[in-house]
């Protein structure tokens, strides 16, 4: 069963903030996490990753979608889970779209690499190493940062950067300017 909600900032900030830990043994309560974050992540179609911290679960544990496009729901790859993950290489930094489950409606412009060499275990407790590039680099890299209590807008530098969408007269979508408190 998909968890039926998940955190909001700035309702549940500090729940989002807060650090997660790694996981130490793989059992059944960690596949039951992972079923949720794919069943949760499956019922929302305009996301492309979900953090265990994000249904207030503090492990070190997210699945993301592969082959994602941004500013689409278009999908080519499989969704795949990386627990206790760490970075061996992070480089080719670049500024490109992001948004967040626990953010609805918000969007800004971040810089995060587009190459990501990253080592971690895989969905059955396995060790896995391996490099990630484009936007499944960024979509990774996003992830990571929620396990560390960071969220996207912590990135966001100029305020120009942060926005929401709504349609013009034409129906085409367009970015509207957001200030948020932080
Ligand atoms: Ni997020």
């Known amino acids: 069963m998909p968890s039926k909600r998940i955190l909001e900032y700035p309702r549940e900030e500090a729940l ?8 130490r043994a793989f059992n059944r309560y960690i596949k039951n996490i992972i079923r949720d974050l794919k069943d949760t992540l499956k019922e929302r179609p305009e996301g492309v990753g979900l953090a265990a911290v994000q249904i207030n679960v503090h492990m070190q544990i997210f699945v993301v979608q592969l082959g994602a496009k941004p500013e689409s729901e278009e999908k080519t ?8 993950p760490e970075v061996i290489e992070e480089r080719a930094e670049d500024k490109g779209f992001d948004g967040c489950l626990s953010l609805p409606g918000l969007f800004g412009d971040t810089v995060r690499p587009h190459y990501l060499h990253i080592k971690g275990l895989n969905e059955w407790g396995k060790p896995f190493e391996q490099v990630f590039e484009g936007f499944d680099a960024v979509v990774i890299h996003h992830e990571i940062d929620h396990l560390n209590g960071v969220l996207f807008i912590d990135r966001i530098t100029d305020p120009a950067d942060l926005f929401t969408v709504k349609e013009d007269d034409d129906g085409k979508l367009i970015r509207v300017p957001v200030t948020i408190k932080k």
């Open 16 to 23: 989002l903030r807060k650090k997660s830990q790694p996981v």
């Open 77 to 84: 790859g499989p969704v795949i889970t990386i627990i206790n």
